[in-house]
């Protein structure tokens, strides 16, 4: 069981770094189709299962799925340990079966486990708690499971552009750091120190409360229109700057996704009336 996991994990990181639509650590969409985005994840199985029910991959061949933040949240084991390996696992097996229509995009809590740096939620350090849990699930192998996690994690690209000029990453660079944000980052190869503090794929991860100016100049940067974002909780599922920022979050009972048309022309009102509550999922 455990080097299958581990196999399951190295085969997914190729399919990363394999993905059509990749260019350098970009997610370049197509002009066609459709593309369902979810939030942060954090290990909650039941919308994660609801997210890809609705995808509906199977019948829908020119859909995208934008999955991110897997890790850290969700089910435990008796010990209180965190069990969201099982979710990333089974998230690993959609992006192998769909390799070039599943995108997954680097998170913070997943630059944390790959420093194994402590990040709190829920009052509960998770990079312990899920350690912990994978001790107990494969002992003395539990080091090659880390790696392969870490690896896969490492192989993620940092955002998607879309033909419609919709930017979708995990956050954006807080505003006092922007002037440390290196914009080559999306067209070279990532580096491990990249993902390291104060470096740029960790800003792009981590930063939170962004002002109008910030987004104004990073839409400038990056040629785009709108941004679709995680990383920070919204209790209702998602929120909006009513300009051209729209955050959402999967997480939790009043979770959100994002459908949307790959060859429209969005408006702000336009792409929150194309959010969908999860739990109406089944």
């Known amino acids: 069981m455990t080097q299958n996991f581990i196999d399951l994990l190295q085969i997914g990181m190729e399919a990363n770094h394999k993905d059509s639509c990749r260019r350098h650590n ?4 197509p002009d066609k189709g459709d593309m369902v985005i979810a939030g942060d994840i954090h290990g909650h199985r039941r919308n994660f299962e609801r997210v890809v029910n609705y995808a509906a991959l199977d019948k829908n061949p020119d859909r995208h799925l934008i999955l991110q933040e897997i890790i850290h949240g969700g089910l435990e084991d008796e010990q209180g340990g965190c069990l969201s390996f099982e979710v990333l696992a089974d998230a690993v097996k959609l992006k192998i079966y769909y390799p070039d229509r599943v995108h997954f995009i680097l998170a913070n809590h997943d630059t944390a ?3 194994n740096n402590e990040v709190m939620k829920g009052g509960k350090e998770m990079n312990a708690a899920m350690r912990a849990a994978m001790q107990r699930r494969f002992g003395d192998r539990v080091f090659d499971v880390e790696s392969a996690i870490e690896k896969f994690l490492f192989s993620q690209p940092l955002a998607v552009k ?3 000029r919709i930017w979708i990453s995990h956050s954006l660079p807080a505003n006092r750091m922007l002037e440390k944000f290196d914009f080559s980052i999306f067209v070279r190869k990532l580096k491990i120190n990249d993902i390291v503090r104060p470096n740029s794929a960790y800003l792009l991860t981590w930063g939170r409360g962004h002002s109008q100016e910030t987004l ?3 839409a400038d940067k990056l040629d785009i229109d ?3 974002l995680g990383h920070q909780v919204q209790e209702t599922g998602w929120m909006s700057n009513n300009k ?3 955050i959402i979050d999967s997480q939790h009972n009043h979770g959100h996704l994002m459908h949307i048309d790959l060859t429209c022309q969005y ?3 336009k792409l929150v009336d194309s959010l969908v509550p999860i739990a109406g999922i089944y």
């Open 267 to 269: 408006t702000i009102q």
């Open 113 to 115: 486990f790959i420093n």
């Open 226 to 228: 709108f941004f679709v």
């Open 216 to 218: 104004d100049f990073m």
């Open 162 to 164: 879309t033909a419609n």
């Open 244 to 246: 051209n920022l729209i």
């Open 26 to 29: 970009l997610i370049v969409g």
